[in-house]
């Protein structure tokens, strides 16, 4: 292979990388939204298809077209990911990539176990709901979704924190109402799983009505786990506004530019390496219009 045609197929590599991982150029933006239509209708016919006329005919053969679409369709985008990316296996291994090959594999597992039997069938239709994985390539195309996630990111000691702090709180909590239930003869509390899983519903103030308390320790100690469950649950919504309105107050300018060698995205629009391995970025000027 000459100079000539490995530039042109780094060229065509470097134009479909643009179109189908970043969404700074007009092309990159029509992608994603076409892709986003497409993985909303791919669930609504993984929703509908549960239902029992689905099993009938003419829907079903409906659903088995319109799911091989989906799945070709999806096959081919899941393909090019590879192609155009420098090392294949590193985004085949990341978590978007197990969800592209989760949202194609059902439908050719299907093909592959097509026994009659009953036993057979259930593992079929069983693994046919994996598709709904679908839903979790949105995260993707979100453009609010790097702003979380770097709040996230960045919260997680103070998230840590807190959560350390709820369950120290339920251990106390499911102990005592374990010692004292259990010694009034309330089998509701006979064990310290079964405390534990009553201060979970009580302090989330969920209060199934389960398990019931019939002590008056109990009965306060339930009192006083729900005003404490209720004066917790404003502490990570907190922590994480806080995060996201320093990210806004500092106005750094982020882009959808995504590494070829990683795939990483949440670059700064004047990055000429990538923040996670290294690698150079592409130097082409995106069109923001």
Known sequence: MNQDQQYEQAAWK?????????????????????????????VIVVILSTLESAEEKPFITIFYTLEWIFTILFTIEYILRLMVVRKPLRYATSFFGIIDLLSILPAFIGVLLPGSGSERLMIVRTLRLLRIFRVFKLARYLSEATALREAFFISRHKIAVFMTTVMIVILIASALMHVVESSAGNEDFESMPSAMYWAIITMTTVGYGDIIPITVVGKATTAALVLVGYSMIIVPTGILSAEIAGATKSGSAISTRSCPSCTAQGHDKDAEFCKKCGEPLSNHLHDSK
């Open 14 to 42: 470097k134009v479909v990388h643009e179109i189908i991982f970043e969404a700074d150029t007009k092309l990159g933006k029509a992608f994603d939204v076409g892709l986003i239509i497409l993985i909303f209708l791919s």
